[in-house]
């Protein structure tokens, strides 16, 4: 051990100090345990950033409070954290084909065939993912065979017109951050049920996209933060864990912690990266090694006056032209700010990471004109963020796993290795992907932990 | 840095000290390149391993030298390391419902419907994989559809039959260590096409299992490194790999090595454990999260006699029932130790893995015991070992992609990153997955890097 090195004793340590890690500290600390939270980065809140553009905090991360996420809900409530309604007033774009066409309400304007084929579609999903026993995706009877299948092939049949196809494959590159081919049709199923259903999770009003956090999401985990104190060591990634029968000691740059129980809240691509003595079971190790994360690229343009509403627009589209999949006015909750944001998700988003930074922006806000007019060329200012570059988050929304994972590793994603507890919204099984699910599972393994700490009270 | 570092310089440090980063550093050592070998392990070898049992070398690695596999036995006789042929007279055995059949030659005892389901579903499987240009599979017109489906979907009309199934499924779980929904049609037909066909890749003669080597497959590797003398480094596991302009910096435990270039010579799924200094490009960071290794437990049981011989047995078998798939004769060179080699492979790999070591003997000498009679039971030794618990493999044989891996980000395979080339089996274009790949991958990383070497010379 280097001579420079810290060292603290708690009874639990966190490593990731994201929603998850914060919310398993708060709820640990809140019943007199001590805790530790190492964070790799110089800040808290994972896949949530505030960044001041404009004048005003933007989100580069996670940013929408969905209907029916209650407790982030009373998260913010708690912390202070005022909400404000997404904007969504007035018509939303379609693209398809370079073609444009404006709708109101939810469904888009395909040809009656084609909103048919869509309902039917988005109903036969939504009947399949009910079919999951809820939190118990694996013991589905169909469990197996949904695993054999991608989301691609999978619904090949089901959605077989290619409008409803790429409405369908924006949607699930947005929600994913990866294409069908990706993804399994069992672990699309489960997300869906944990999510209450695809329409719940690519609407605003109603959906995952409602609301918005004054001064960014980021802004829960800060506040967490503060509760916690000096509790939290930025800038220390977890590098070691190692057990023993008496407890962990995790080893991270410049600081080591001992204590009675680990929650790891990170994905498990990177969970899956810390040394660990010993080494973890074979079966989450490969877990491990198959669930890599998502890509998606936010790209934000602001600009002097919000053209798109007084167009009668609401900012919101759905595009299978150009890089980016969806769209959405990213206005601040005061009126000072006006912004689009898009979102380059999936296959694009490798394809886009790729190119120069002139040339990225150049087709970002070309693709905003041929959609909201020429205006969109003339931002004040021009931001992207791209989470695959982010080394301690590597690509977003969510790790995905492909087929047969679920069905072959799965059943350890939340199990305890010895004193080794797992969070992160990877493992939630209520709004998997989403902020709240990150709460839940922070709920969860602070949970499995306080009563592990209780009943070893009990037996000294 | 730690005070106890030791530095070194060299041309080029090669991290791995398997067959693939042991001959690309043998080949730019004998064109008068300096270089240093960074082995995380205290042996060298890889996913090669021998071990004295019973008074021989066994292999617990790999241990075949393919037909064709024109390198590998280049190698073997220009280290003097003598081969033998892999023993295969007499019947074989299949097992399917727990009912055993023998068979002679190639063809296993199916029912005549069967074998002509299975006649023809090998013949279109090879014949979709020549539809692949060499060493292109991302150039074939199907790619991307082939890379929409697993394995086991696109096979599903192509072999229905229950019982060309199990054979199939078999073959393709002891060839990837992974089950048929893990994989993608196009990385399956492309490992097809590299290797020279399915039959190839599971049959003895004239196939990938043709001969062995006297004394284990790992002893190339020790004879590899002792030519290359100091320049091999034991436990020294990589840790981080910082470049700029001028060159690069490999840290390890212990010790820490700056070069003009580095071959990474790893599979991608322990590549990207390492702490990249600028961090690696966005798609080769996505693809080192998507190659998972697959499973496989070798299991290796001593008899005092070779009682399936005795009895007209080849000692090779193809099961559906218990743990194994494949069972192979694994008797000594010399006749002196009598052997049966089974794999435990693939998803049987992972519930295998965390039954005790007592129940998993059972288990194994059981099934041997239903395949060639009582005597199975009473080994005079009996030995496993499971690759997926081997921190510096984390499975075996191979890393395996599934869907929309190999078209999202597989084309950054072996795309160096600035002044880091790749190598090992999984980025050969022959023989991807054996020996023969890595040194295949071996030879083409030490020739870009040396003309690089060559082109700077000439520069300066």
Chains 1, 2 share one sequence.
């Not at 009656?112 to 084929?117: D, H, I, K, N, T």
């Not at 008496?246 to 204590?259: E, I, L, M, Q, W």
């Not at 990177?270 to 790209?299: F, H, N, W």
């Not at 709004?431 to 699910?437: A, H, K, L, Q, S």
């Amino acid at each position: 051990m280097a001579p420079s090195m810290k060292e603290h004793e708690a009874d639990v340590v966190i490593v990731g100090a994201g929603l998850a890690g914060l919310s398993a500290a708060d709820a640990l600390s809140r019943h007199g345990k001590s805790v530790v939270v190492l964070e790799a980065r110089d800040r808290v809140g994972g896949r949530t950033l505030g960044r001041e553009i404009g004048g005003r905090v933007l989100d580069l991360g996670g940013q929408w409070l969905g209907a029916g996420q209650k407790r982030l809900a009373r998260l913010a409530a708690e912390l202070e954290v005022s909400t404000f309604p997404t904007y969504h007033s007035g018509e939303k774009i379609l693209v398809r084909d370079g073609r444009i066409s404006t709708y109101a309400g939810t469904i888009p304007s395909l040809p009656v065939p084609g909103l048919v084929a869509l309902h039917l579609a988005l109903r036969k999903l939504d009947a399949l993912a009910a079919r999951l026993p809820e939190g118990r995706p694996l013991a589905a009877a169909e469990a197996l065979a949904w695993d054999d299948q991608t989301l691609e092939t999978a619904t090949q049949v089901l959605i077989s017109r290619a409008d409803v196809r790429e409405l369908f494959d924006a949607a699930v590159r947005v929600v994913f951050g990866a294409e069908p081919r990706e993804i399994s049709m069992l672990y699309f199923l489960a997300y869906l049920r944990a999510g209450g259903g695809l329409m719940r999770l690519v609407e605003i009003e109603g959906g995952a996209q409602e609301r918005r956090f004054v001064g960014s999401a980021q802004e829960l985990s800060i506040r967490l933060a503060a509760r916690l104190g000096g509790a939290v060591v930025l800038s220390a990634p977890a590098r070691r864990i190692e057990q023993d029968t008496r407890g962990v000691v995790v080893t991270a740059d410049g600081v080591s912690v001992r204590a009675r129980y680990a929650i790891v809240a990170v994905p498990p691509a990177l969970a899956g990266r810390i040394e660990y003595r010993p080494l973890l079971p074979v079966v989450r190790d490969q877990l491990s090694q198959r669930m890599p994360m998502g890509s998606t690229v936010k790209c934000i343009a602001l600009y002097d006056r919000p053209f798109w509403r007084e167009a009668g627009l609401s900012g919101e589209a759905v595009t299978s032209t150009g890089p980016m999949s969806v769209v959405f006015d990213n206005g601040s909750h005061d009126g000072a700010v006006h912004s689009l944001l898009g979102f380059v998700v999936g296959q694009k988003a490798r394809v886009f990471s790729e190119r120069p930074a002139e040339e990225r922006r150049a087709v970002v806000l070309g693709s905003l004109a041929r959609m909201f007019g020429e205006r969109a060329l003339r931002p004040v200012e021009y931001v992207e963020h791209d989470w695959s570059t982010e080394e301690w988050t590597r690509g977003c929304p969510v790790g995905v796993m492909g087929p047969g994972v679920m069905t072959g590793v799965g059943r350890v994603l939340r199990e305890p290795a010895g004193r080794i507890h797992w969070a992160g919204t990877e493992t939630a099984t209520e709004w998997t992907g989403y902020m709240e699910g990150a709460l839940q599972s922070g709920e969860r393994a602070a949970s499995e932990v306080g009563a592990r700490l209780e009943g070893a009270g009990r037996r000294e």
